[in-house]
């Protein structure tokens, strides 16, 4: 069965930092680009961030360049999602997704056909 799992959420105050893993289950992460999108209450979804299957590249919405790094080790089967300087706005359920792109990727969680449960986050003082 496939499967995708996010951790590493929780509550933080504004100006701090969390990072995010997406660990795959079931099938083999390094022939997959993977995104990460958020889903805040009352917002559209929105795509943060993709690392592609070789993580040659790696792509980023405009709210959260230069304070979200994305990653990846393929031999641990994981993909992480490093946030510092985190905001209110920030505040959202985070959900990893994966597709097999080729060695690309996109953050239009549209494209994605697999997905985790989420996790949420939470920036608040």
């Known amino acids: 069965q496939l499967q995708l799992v996010e951790s590493g959420g929780g509550l933080v105050q504004p100006g701090g930092s969390l990072r995010l893993s997406c660990a795959a289950s079931g099938f083999n992460l390094n022939y997959y680009g993977i995104g990460w999108i958020r889903q805040a209450p009352g917002k559209e979804r929105e795509g943060v961030s993709c690392i592609s299957s070789s993580g040659g590249s790696t792509n980023y919405a405009d709210s959260v360049k230069g304070r979200f790094t994305i990653s990846r080790d393929n031999a641990k089967n994981t993909v992480y999602l490093q946030m510092n300087s985190l905001n209110p706005e920030d505040t959202a359920v985070y959900y990893c997704?994966?597709?097999?792109?080729?060695?690309?990727?996109?953050?239009?969680?549209?494209?994605?056909?697999?997905w985790g449960q989420g996790t949420q986050v939470t920036v608040s003082s």
């Open positions: 997704a994966a597709k097999r792109f080729g060695d690309a990727c996109y953050r239009e969680g549209l494209l994605y056909n697999y």
